[in-house]
């Protein structure tokens, strides 16, 4: 069983940063053992994968193209944390942030098929 709960979202205006924080509590299995990603949604569009970090030392990550550049992912596993940098915030990353987790021993994928979602932080971009 994971939990995971999501932090750091806020108001920021373009060109701004944000560091998201998603902070995972574990039974039955270890945190490092799940691939963790963050998705993102607004009212106008589903839930899109965002960026995603791989079980273990997290030694890959992936990122939509969107962002690619200008976040990114991390994992410590001694604090069960992920973290999301985002950098160059643009109007157009407005949205809700998930972080959802998958596994054990699972890779990231970019669609839904997640295991574990967090409820999510707001950022909103807008100057």
């Known amino acids: 069983q994971v939990q995971l709960a999501e932090s750091g979202g806020g108001s920021v205006r373009p060109g701004g940063s944000l560091r998201l924080s998603c902070a995972c509590t574990v039974s039955g299995n270890t945190f490092s053992s799940y691939a963790i990603s963050w998705f993102r949604r607004t009212p106008e569009t589903e839930r899109e994968f965002v960026a995603g970090?791989?079980?273990?030392?997290?030694?890959?990550?992936y990122y939509a193209d969107s962002v690619k550049g200008r976040f990114t992912v991390s994992r410590d596993n001694k604090k069960n944390m992920v973290y999301l940098q985002m950098n160059i915030l643009e109007p157009a990353d407005t949205a809700v942030y998930y972080c959802a987790a998958r596994g054990p021993y699972k890779a990231v994928v970019r669609t839904h098929d997640y295991d574990y979602w967090g409820q999510g932080t707001q950022v909103t971009v807008s100057s």
């Open positions: 970090i791989t079980w273990g030392a997290g030694s890959a990550d």
